[in-house]
């Protein structure tokens, strides 16, 4: 069964720290793996990514797919309140897996 | 440039009763996939549908059974409802069933009493 495990669940810092979220996975046929944003209730786009180290950057966001140990990381550097939020890694084989999120809180 | 949107936003339903979630797909993408999402979870994939077929399951059972329509939109029925189903439901589009970008609409919240 296709799995995906993040790390931390939770992450509280404070505005202006840089912080790393973590996604392991063990799927078959693997096809992409995206991250997401979700705050309310529909979870946001953030990146794609299907080869292996090839940095993805979006402003203050980046993520790095590593094929061969089978993980991914997001960084958001110089975090702000509005970055607060669960987190979501998927991963793409056949149909789309999910972890439970890393749910991070930015402190003024 | 509409996105993902779905229908209705909040549903009330009694165990037993049976419901239907509709979603339309982003403009100019084909694939519509659904999920589940409990409180605190990420979101669980319930089916997919491209060309009006069903194309890959999850794990859950036959009391939950999709449509797509000519236009791409989607329904979602969900038979003999439990107080388990209660959680957020989401719809997400994408073009094919390739590796591509997904977007999610806002999801129903279904609440079964």
């Known amino acids: 069964e296709d799995k995906v495990v993040q790390s931390p669940l939770s992450l509280v810092v404070h505005e202006g720290d840089t912080v790393t979220l973590n996604c392991s996975y063990e799927v078959t046929n693997f096809r992409s793996l995206l991250w997401y944003k979700q705050e309310k209730k529909a979870p946001t786009f953030l990146f794609m990514l299907t080869s292996s180290g090839i940095e993805k950057k979006s402003g203050r966001l980046s993520s790095i797919l590593d094929k061969k140990e089978l993980f991914s990381i997001l960084n958001i550097t110089a975090t702000q309140t509005g970055d607060s939020a669960v987190y979501l890694c998927?991963?793409?084989?056949?149909?789309?897996?999910f972890g439970d999120g890393t749910t991070l809180t930015v402190k003024p | 440039d509409a996105g993902v949107t779905q229908s209705p936003t909040h549903l009330i339903k009694t165990r037993g009763q049976q419901v239907t979630l509709r979603c339309s797909p982003k403009?100019?993408?084909?694939?519509v996939s659904w999920y589940q999402q409990a409180l605190g979870q990420g979101p669980q994939f319930i089916f997919q549908y491209y060309e009006e077929e069903e194309r890959q399951r999850g794990n859950f059972p036959d009391r939950f059974s999709g449509h797509q329509f000519p236009n791409y939109s989607s329904e979602l029925n969900v038979n003999a409802l439990l107080l388990g189903d209660s959680a957020l439901y989401l719809c997400?589009?994408?073009?094919?069933?390739?590796?591509?970008?997904?977007?999610f609409g806002p999801g129903t919240r279904l609440t079964v009493t």
């Open positions: 997400a589009s994408s073009l094919g069933v390739g590796p591509y970008e997904q977007y």
């Open positions: 403009s100019g993408h084909d694939t």
């Open positions: 998927a991963v793409r084989a056949g149909k789309s897996t």
